[in-house]
């Protein structure tokens, strides 16, 4: 069958076409005006940017490729006996637009396991890390590190033509896919676990893999949950910060492993990436104040303590869904089959009833409902996974899929190198004094 290489390379002259017509017919358009507003406030709703991958509903949530989370749970190919959709599918429909046959998605595991070694240099930098140093810095040193063996930074150095960068840009983001899991699994051995690293197994999937080097391997309902967690979380359209800072560095043509390991200090922090962590501290504080099975009161009263404290509730609200998150919602589902009767899974449910009314009451955030990591940790606590300040770094290796995806993209339709226009105040302010 035909790798995705092969297929890719078909699809970059038709999307030049595209993108061409695209332009010639709408380039002149406006969406809209520009507000002083959007300039203070984070710009949130500005359109500035390209991304094919995925775009986000602020009703309905993510879409990948046009498809729903239940509709590439669907249609994605699934591991022998499984049911939740393999991410080399997933990657292979945010690169493509096409949904791959389970040959190919096979190929595409076969292909990872081949490229999963990491350079010796950078488990000594792993293991150099001091105990005490988050799993989030570590991972994002050892990303960053693997540039050292970067095919485009060369290839540019040996003077590459524009046309072809997104040929070293595909196999260093393909490298660095496969070698995600090796770094997350020695730093949560060198953190938590005991025994050596396993070899990773060439014949199984990515999943399988990753929660092997965790010391999940036997454990075939984890194997799932990574399948679906690595599916969900990989990519949310471009504006987020992880997203975005991947994008802004490519577009310098620093190559995956510097734009990526950006990505990763920006998903560190605790209003995106860092929020799964900080939900399960959240809610172990809850416990301790409350008990094992409070009362509604009891839990309506630990979170207003937490607004008046001046904190925010981690896990709910966004900057621009508006409803429930649909990867909680698969989440939530996903809890409902495996572990419908796990008491931190049932207050989780508890509190999913009680926080929006009381985030509406204190009339702040625009959206009161949960988003992706009001629930992930859960999953993984249950399964015996509950060093929290690991969680970060699977969402880690999830997002690099949607990144890798796109510097693709980027590399082969020649975007060029992200520059937006800045203001002082003082400027602002002469600019609109007489309009
Ligand atoms: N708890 C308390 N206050 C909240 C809140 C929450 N969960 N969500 C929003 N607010 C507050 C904001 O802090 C802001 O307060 P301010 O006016 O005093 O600055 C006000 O409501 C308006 O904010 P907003 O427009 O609704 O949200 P935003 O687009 O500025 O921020 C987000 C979005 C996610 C940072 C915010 O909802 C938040 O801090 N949530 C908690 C952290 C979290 O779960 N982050 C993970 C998001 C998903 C991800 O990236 N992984």
């Given at each position: ?20 017509a ?5 380039g ?7 507000t ?6 984070g ?23 046009g ?10 190919p ?10 080399e ?7 493509t ?17 081949a490229?999963?070694?990491l ?5 000594e ?6 105990s005490?140093?988050?799993?989030m ?9 693997l ?20 040929e ?10 496969a ?5 997350a ?5 060198n ?23 965790l ?23 471009g ?38 962590q ?9 416990i301790?104040?409350?008990g ?6 009891a ?10 404290g ?8 966004h900057?621009?869904l ?5 990867r ?11 572990l ?11 509190i ?17 409902w ?24 699977l ?10 995806a ?25 600019m609109?004094?007489?309009?």
């Open positions: 069958p035909q790798t995705l290489k092969e297929r890719f390379a078909e699809l970059i002259p038709l999307e030049h076409e595209n993108v061409k695209i332009r010639k017919e709408h002149h358009k406006a969406f809209g005006p520009v002083v507003d959007q300039v203070y406030g710009m949130r709703g500005l359109p500035a940017l390209l991304w094919d991958g995925s775009v986000l509903d602020a009703e309905e949530g993510i879409r990948f490729r498809k729903t989370i239940p509709e590439c749970q669907e249609l994605l699934k591991a022998p006996g499984g049911s939740e959709p393999l991410p599918g997933l990657f292979w429909l945010l690169l637009g096409e949904v791959p046959t389970v040959e190919q998605v096979q190929a595409l595991s076969a292909d990872w396991a490229r999963a070694a350079p010796s240099f950078v488990e930098l792993i293991d150099a890390c001091p005490t140093l988050h799993p810095s570590q991972f994002s040193i050892a990303v960053t590190a540039n050292h063996d970067s095919a485009f930074a060369k290839a540019y150095q040996d003077g590459v033509h524009k046309k072809e960068y997104w070293p840009t595909f196999e260093d983001s393909m490298d660095l896919i070698k995600l899991p090796n770094i699994g020695r730093i949560y051995r953190l938590f676990g005991s025994g050596k690293l396993p070899a990773i197994d060439p014949t199984k999937d990515y999943s399988y893999n990753l929660s092997n080097l010391g999940f391997g036997d454990n075939q309902a984890f194997v799932e949950l990574m399948r679906l967690y690595i599916t969900i979380h990989s990519d949310h359209e504006g987020n910060v992880s997203a975005h800072t991947g994008k802004l560095v490519g577009s310098a043509l620093s190559d995956p492993f510097l734009a990526f390991g950006a990505s990763l200090n920006g998903l560190a922090g605790p209003l995106h990436g860092l929020a799964n900080e939900v399960l501290i959240w809610l172990q504080r809850m301790k104040q409350v094992e099975n409070p009362s509604d009161d839990v309506k009263e630990y979170i207003w303590s937490t607004l008046k001046g904190q925010v509730v981690p896990g709910y609200g900057a621009v508006r409803k429930t998150d649909p909680y919602t698969a989440q939530r589902e996903f809890a409902l089959k495996h419908p009767n796990d008491p931190l899974f049932k207050l989780v449910g508890q999913y009833k009680l926080v929006p009314d009381i985030l509406l009451a204190a009339g702040k955030a625009k959206n009161p949960p988003n992706v990591d009001a629930h992930s940790g859960v999953l993984l606590t249950y399964y015996g996974l509950d060093q929290m300040k690991f969680y970060t770094v969402f880690g290796v999830s997002r690099a899929f949607g990144v890798a796109q510097l693709i993209w980027d590399r082969a339709l020649g975007a060029p190198l992200e520059r937006p226009k800045s203001y002082s105040s003082e400027h602002l302010k002469k609109f004094a007489n309009r």
